[in-house]
């Protein structure tokens, strides 16, 4: 079993940044990639970003250059750096561990949420 912990979220305006972490704890040794996910009301969950166990990094084409995903090993934590941040971005964002589906689209651990609103 793997825990996962966010933080971070809340209200910004427009073009301003936020950083939300993700805590892991558990069984954490075999995971092969964690994510970020949102959901809008309405829409759809996507996958916003990446991170595998060689780091390699990927993100959806709506935040590429705007958001940044990186890990803490040594903390057990991943970290998603969002700047340039518009109303579009508002959402519930999860952190994601052990990513699998068609373009992972499907994680075996989730997190509970952590709402991102951005003011116009």
């Known amino acids: 079993q793997v825990q996962l912990v966010e933080s971070g979220g809340g209200l910004v305006q427009a073009g301003g940044s936020l950083r939300l972490s993700c805590a892991a704890s558990g069984s954490i040794f075999s995971i092969n990639a964690m994510g970020w996910y949102r959901q809008a009301p309405g829409k759809q969950r996507e996958l916003v970003a990446a991170i595998t166990s060689d780091d390699t990094t990927n993100y959806s084409d709506s935040v590429k250059g705007r958001f940044t995903i990186s890990r803490d090993n040594a903390k057990n934590t991943v970290y998603l750096q969002m700047n340039s941040l518009k109303p579009e971005d508002t959402a519930v964002y999860y952190c994601?561990?052990?990513?699998w589906g068609n373009g992972w689209s499907e994680a075996g651990f989730w997190g509970q949420g952590t709402q991102v609103t951005v003011s116009s």
């Open positions: 994601a561990a052990d990513l």
